[in-house]
């Protein structure tokens, strides 16, 4: 049991270019997350996805897309990286529960756009 | 989902309780509060969640108070490897709403020798 693994840990881009950030989870969860993290503050929320064909937008979303074709992957992509979208990239997964929910993180990626 | 408040940061003796509030003075009914954990450069850890009672597991403790507007964490044992950043967050439970987590700035616990 692996939990929550995310690909790869760190990455170099050059400001235009793109790449695909890959978060994969085998607890069979329905609920995945993307969260960025800059220097010294906490996590916010890029995109959210309730179940395997569906996402939907986070609190800071511009620049980035996401999809989930199927249940255990859930795929960041930048299409055009700005210095801008330097930072530590989280992955989570959580369980849909009535009475709240742990989400489980991965161990982060981390990219820096020059 | 509610605002929190923590101090910014506390220290604590290794093998002494670690004691750390949170402020929600503004939760609403159906918000839990939750407390998440990350310690340098890795990802968030869950800790544990309440709605109204107090609640204990394997990590710690977490004590709410009866009108609900605030909380604390206690480690009770803290070691070094506790040293991390402690972020308190009140949201709506799970069920139909997705499962956001908003965090603020956090409490860094340094745990001392």
């Known amino acids: 049991n692996a939990g929550v693994t995310q690909t790869p840990k760190f990455r170099v881009l050059k400001t235009g270019q793109s790449m695909t950030l890959l978060c994969a989870q085998d607890m069979n969860h329905e609920y995945m997350y993307w969260y960025r993290q800059d220097p010294g503050m906490g996590l916010r929320l890029i995109h959210y996805?309730?179940?395997?064909?569906?996402?939907a937008k986070g609190e800071v979303p511009d620049g980035y897309n996401v999809s989930r074709l199927k249940k255990q992957n859930f795929l960041l992509g930048l299409e055009s990286a700005a210095p801008s979208q330097t930072s530590v990239y989280f992955c989570?997964?959580?369980?849909?529960?009535?009475?709240?929910?742990?989400?489980?993180f991965g161990p982060g990626t981390r990219l820096t756009v020059l | 989902d509610a605002k929190t408040t923590q101090p910014t940061s506390m220290d604590c003796a290794e093998g002494r309780a670690a004691n750390l509030p949170c402020n929600h003075s503004t939760i609403s009914g159906n918000e839990y509060v939750y407390w998440y954990r990350q310690i340098h450069s890795q990802g968030p850890q869950y800790i544990i969640h309440?709605?109204?009672n107090n609640e204990t597991n394997e990590m710690a403790s977490l004590i709410i108070t009866e009108d609900r507007k605030s909380s604390t964490l206690i480690l009770p044992h803290a070691t070094l490897r506790d040293t991390a950043v402690y972020y308190c967050?009140?949201?709506?439970?799970?069920?139909?709403?997705?499962?956001?987590?908003?965090f603020g700035q956090g409490t860094i616990l340094t745990v001392h020798p």
């Open positions: 996805s309730v179940g395997e064909g569906t996402t």
């Open positions: 989570a997964s959580s369980y849909r529960r009535l009475a709240g929910d742990e989400q489980f």
């Open positions: 967050i009140v949201r709506v439970g799970g069920g139909t709403s997705y499962g956001k987590l908003t």
């Open positions: 309440g709605l109204k």
